[in-house]
């Protein structure tokens, strides 16, 4: 079921911790093998001796262990495993992996991984249901975390309820499902995505320049999401204020002008997202020096010229045309409608209409809800993270490679 796969196995201090043990020989039953981190406080429950004859590897328990970091440095660790699981996970560790904590090694890992993370909670009744938890635990699973169970019954504290941890042999199999679902997710190896992202910016002097309130969070979502989906991915970015996608080629650029230029550079392409929000006009003649204010003088009066349309001009293309091109639409009325019509003027495969009116709170936010429109018709999806669209609109756009209806 897991035949090769690296597990890194993270054992959280809960009274399950004892289960840990046996998912070790189970895990490795199944074919996996596996390396394990404690917690201290999984050390007051079971110890990394137990653990380390289990697994038959070294028991990784310290963020400063010398002799640790000269073998293998903690991101490394994070790294060369296939996946990371949790077993038991208890409220703290969901809380920190919630929030990013990284105080000890256990967190570290999980914040420094690239790979699927499942977890297998087990907690007091009323810590799984308390309020803190339960938003934990949804940001956690927006942010892709698979969780396995807890499950019903009477606990070691002597209360009934959800809480207790999956038997190790369920998480097994729910790992081996994952995994083997997580490989048809990665339906993109092999392809090249090509993604355009941010605001542009157009110089009207050297001090002063034209853009609007893009973000750059949906773009580069959905160029991490290609990478996840293992596409070799160009992103293209207008200035934004946030970090680049790990594992992504980024080429920065300034002007609609640049980006049409660096697109083209790019191509070929399997995929075409032109997410970013270009400006619509240039300024025609921007000044070399500053505008200075003359006293007395009306205002300047900028004369503005229309920039490239880059999507419509890579979805016409005759040569080196993307097999699918996808364009977005920023609207504040009649989505769909202008989504419609935006997909013909354009000649794009998709359109991604959404609604960027201040009261949606789309530009800069985290959420986003957006209407898919093709030639096939219009579906909605719901209201979701940047990174849930992300990682739909990149399977949908896989499907469609595959010539399939998504
Ligand atoms: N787009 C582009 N180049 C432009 C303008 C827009 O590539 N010069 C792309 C955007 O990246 C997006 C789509 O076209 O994928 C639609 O952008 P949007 O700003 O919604 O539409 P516009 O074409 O600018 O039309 P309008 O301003 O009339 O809504």
């Given amino acids: 079921m897991l035949d090769g796969k690296r597990i890194l196995l993270i054992i959280g201090g809960g009274v399950a911790a004892y289960k840990a ?3 070790i020989r189970r895990l490795r039953d199944a074919g996996a093998n596996v390396i394990v981190c404690m917690t201290p406080a999984a050390q007051q429950f079971v110890t990394p001796l137990s653990a380390a004859s289990l697994s038959g590897n070294d028991v990784h328990v310290d963020l400063f262990s010398l002799t640790d970091e000269a073998k293998m440095g903690h991101i490394q660790l994070s790294r060369v495993a296939d996946a990371v699981l949790v077993a038991p996970a208890t409220a703290d560790l969901l809380a920190k992996m919630a929030h990013g904590l990284a105080n000890n090694l256990a967190s570290t890992l999980l914040l420094a991984t690239n790979k699927p993370v499942f977890v297998a909670p087990a907690m007091n009744v009323q810590m799984w249901l308390n309020p803190a938890t339960r938003r934990n635990v949804a940001t956690l699973r927006e942010d892709g975390v698979t969780f396995i169970g807890p499950l019903d019954g009477p606990m070691a504290c002597g209360e009934f309820g959800p809480g207790r941890m999956a038997e190790p042999s369920d ?3 729910a790992v081996a499902k994952g995994l083997a679902s997580s490989g048809v997710a990665q339906p993109l190896a092999g392809k090249h995505v090509l993604v355009t992202s941010g605001p542009t910016r157009e110089p009207i002097d050297p001090v002063r320049y ?3 309130h893009s973000s750059g969070k949906q773009g580069h ?6 990478r996840s989906a293992g596409a070799d991915v160009t992103l293209v970015s207008g200035p934004v ?3 680049d996608p790990e594992g992504v080629r980024v080429v920065h650029v300034e002007t609609a002008q640049q980006m049409l230029k660096e697109v083209q550079a790019a191509l070929p392409a ?3 997202i032109s997410t970013a929000a270009v400006a619509d006009w240039a300024v025609a003649a921007p000044a070399s020096s500053k505008t200075k204010k003359t006293r007395g003088a009306p205002p300047p009066v900028l004369k503005l010229v229309e920039n490239p349309d880059i999507l419509a001009t890579i979805s016409k293309l005759s040569f080196n045309r993307p097999t699918l ?3 977005f639409a920023a609207e504040t009325d009649d989505v769909i409608d202008h989504g419609r019509e935006k997909l013909a003027r354009k000649g794009c495969d998709l359109i991604v209409a959404n609604d960027v009116s201040p ?6 936010g985290d959420a986003n809800q957006v209407h898919i429109v093709s030639a096939d018709g219009v579906e909605s999806w719901p209201l979701q993270s940047k990174a849930a669209v992300a990682r739909q609109l990149v399977q949908t756009c896989a499907k469609l490679l595959e010539g399939q209806r998504p």
Avoid at 359 to 364: D, L, Q, T
């Fill in 21 to 23: 043990l046996d998912l």
């Fill in 171 to 173: 998480i097994v199999t």
């Fill in 210 to 212: 034209l853009s609007n």
């Fill in 221 to 226: 979502a959905i160029a991490a999401a290609a």
């Fill in 241 to 243: 204020a946030i970090p």
């Fill in 270 to 272: 399997d995929v075409f």
């Fill in 325 to 327: 091109v996808v364009g």
């Fill in 359 to 364: 009261a949606a709170g789309v530009m800069g």
